[in-house]
């Protein structure tokens, strides 16, 4: 969610050019000196920035002197956004994190398959396409988290540990409004979309983990299931006032912040919050409970691969670049870097956790399953955007129906 965030020398992108300074214009190239230069396109974020970047890839550079990678930083584009730009100018990066290959632009990526290594990384088969490993990633996050203000919590007389149905969640809300807070913080962007979808999917997922297959084949629509109750409530807290409808003009930065600061009460977030929280010296003033729910509870936790890299196949130094990809996914240094960095986890590998994170640990420990929308339950390409598209519409005074209706408008035109 925190990675869904060009160069200077482009002027139609000239709103993005103040987080790609660092950049010069240019491709990769074999210097005079012998040494190699990798364009290595990441996503900025509260967490992981510039600075992190940096001295991350540092490390790097001194275990291996015959390469420097250079950075190549998104700030108000995707990821994806920013490999379409460079390969249709024909200068293309060498690798990009935070990319998600599908069956239709995997051949945009190096086919990862034939090395070893990637086997034993987090998730990896189960983002293949077709058997094939493209993507391979550090760690893993989990999603379906929300995220309180112990303070707030305590001034209206909540007990967390009773919310577990959506009833109950909206009761939690009416009470922190009367207590004085925002009952629950969003924020503009890719914000709206993203919450409802881990508020949703949890729930509709945990009850029938094939629905996006069913979706694909058109066996279930958004309109004719779970979907709409989730739609329904959501524009219902709209319309009390849980949520604040001038928010769709907040940055996600600021309304993490927001809710930092002790403005809003409740947050919905993935694990990536909290090193955030941890920075700002408030881990120990937020607590965090897994998602409510109207079916099964706990439900099971919507979660991703973290820190994900693919090598882009027109790289020029292609050798270079899976070697590079190998140290961010295989060196254990450079692993718990990455997880501390973004609050993720993996397998065999610990580091110090705040209280905060200690009881996301407890969450993911007691989920279960783990969501997985990815390979053949990755839905079709465009779909969190329009999503997020749709669930901005409800503050505007979209009807729950009329969402639903459009959501499965546009996916069937997608087909």
């Given at each position: 969610?925190?990675?869904?965030?060009?160069?200077?020398?482009?002027?139609?992108?000239?709103?993005?050019?103040?987080?790609?300074?660092?950049?010069?214009?240019?491709?990769?190239?074999?210097?005079?000196?012998?040494?190699?230069?990798?364009?290595?396109?990441?996503?900025?974020?509260?967490?992981?920035?510039?600075?992190?970047?940096?001295?991350?890839?540092?490390?790097?550079?001194?275990?291996?002197?015959?390469?420097?990678?250079?950075?190549?930083?998104?700030?108000?584009?995707?990821?994806?956004?920013?490999?379409?730009?460079?390969?249709?100018?024909?200068?293309?990066?060498?690798?990009?994190?935070?990319?998600?290959?599908?069956?239709?632009?995997?051949?945009?990526?190096?086919?990862?398959?034939?090395?070893?290594?990637?086997?034993?990384?987090?998730?990896?088969?189960?983002?293949?396409?077709?058997?094939?490993?493209?993507?391979?990633?550090?760690?893993?996050?989990?999603?379906?988290?929300?995220?309180?203000?112990?303070?707030?919590?305590?001034?209206?007389?909540?007990?967390?540990?009773?919310?577990?149905?959506?009833?109950?969640?909206?009761?939690?809300?009416?009470?922190l409004k009367a207590a004085g807070y925002?009952?629950?913080?969003?924020?503009?962007?890719?914000?709206?979309?993203?919450?409802?979808?881990?508020?949703?999917?949890?729930?509709?997922?945990?009850?029938?983990?094939?629905?996006?297959?069913?979706?694909?084949?058109?066996?279930?629509?958004?309109?004719?299931?779970?979907?709409?109750?989730?739609?329904?409530?959501?524009?219902?807290?709209?319309?009390?006032?849980?949520?604040?409808?001038?928010?769709?003009?907040?940055?996600?930065?600021?309304?993490?912040?927001?809710?930092?600061?002790?403005?809003?009460?409740?947050?919905i977030m993935g694990s990536f919050f909290?090193?955030?929280?941890?920075?700002?010296?408030?881990?120990?003033?937020?607590?965090?409970?897994?998602?409510?729910?109207?079916?099964?509870?706990?439900?099971?936790?919507?979660?991703?691969?973290?820190?994900?890299?693919?090598?882009?196949?027109?790289?020029?130094?292609?050798?270079?670049?899976?070697?590079?990809?190998?140290?961010?996914?295989?060196?254990?240094?450079?692993?718990?870097?990455?997880?501390?960095?973004?609050?993720?986890?993996?397998?065999?590998?610990?580091?110090?956790?705040?209280?905060?994170?200690?009881?996301?640990?407890?969450?993911?420990?007691?989920?279960?399953?783990?969501?997985?929308?990815?390979?053949?339950?990755?839905?079709?390409?465009?779909?969190?955007?329009?999503?997020?598209?749709?669930?901005?519409?409800?503050?505007?005074?979209?009807?729950?129906?009329?969402?639903?209706?459009?959501?499965?408008?546009?996916?069937?035109?997608?087909?």
């Open positions: 969610m925190g990675t869904l965030w060009r160069r200077a020398c482009t002027a139609a992108l000239a709103a993005t050019t103040l987080v790609a300074t660092a950049t010069a214009c240019g491709g990769g190239s074999e210097e005079s000196s012998g040494s190699t230069t990798l364009r290595m396109i990441v996503n900025i974020t509260p967490n992981l920035t510039e600075q992190y970047w940096k001295g991350l890839f540092a490390k790097y550079e001194q275990s291996h002197p015959g390469v420097k990678v250079n950075l190549e930083l998104t700030g108000t584009i995707s990821a994806t956004a920013k490999l379409t730009q460079d390969l249709a100018a024909g200068d293309p990066p060498d690798v990009a994190q935070q990319i998600t290959p599908t069956k239709d632009n995997a051949t945009l990526f190096a086919d990862l398959t034939g090395e070893a290594w990637t086997a034993e990384t987090p998730l990896a088969d189960q983002y293949a396409i077709d058997g094939k490993r493209y993507l391979v990633g550090v760690g893993s996050q989990i999603q379906s988290l929300v995220f309180y203000n112990k303070a707030a919590f305590a001034k209206a007389g909540l007990d967390a540990t009773g919310i577990k149905t959506l009833d109950q969640f909206q009761d939690a809300m009416a009470k925002t009952p629950l913080q969003t924020a503009g962007q890719w914000v709206p979309g993203a919450q409802f979808s881990l508020l949703a999917d949890s729930g509709v997922m945990t009850e029938d983990p094939d629905w996006i297959l069913k979706r694909k084949d058109n066996q279930v629509t958004f309109a004719g299931s779970g979907y709409v109750k989730y739609f329904e409530r959501y524009k219902g807290w709209i319309d009390q006032g849980y949520l604040d409808k001038s928010s769709l003009g907040v940055t996600y930065a600021d309304g993490q912040t927001a809710f930092l600061d002790g403005k809003s009460a409740m947050y909290v090193p955030a929280a941890d920075a700002a010296k408030k881990s120990d003033e937020i607590g965090v409970f897994t998602m409510p729910s109207d079916g099964a509870h706990p439900t099971g936790q919507v979660g991703n691969i973290a820190n994900s890299y693919v090598v882009v196949n027109q790289s020029k130094h292609k050798a270079a670049a899976i070697d590079l990809v190998k140290w961010l996914v295989t060196d254990p240094a450079a692993i718990e870097s990455q997880l501390a960095a973004d609050g993720n986890l993996r397998k065999g590998f610990t580091y110090k956790m705040s209280s905060l994170g200690t009881e996301v640990q407890k969450i993911l420990d007691a989920a279960p399953s783990l969501i997985v929308r990815s390979g053949p339950r990755q839905p079709i390409d465009g779909y969190s955007g329009e999503l997020n598209t749709q669930v901005q519409s409800l503050f505007t005074g979209a009807t729950a129906a009329k969402v639903a209706e459009s959501l499965d408008k546009w996916w069937n035109s997608q087909r």
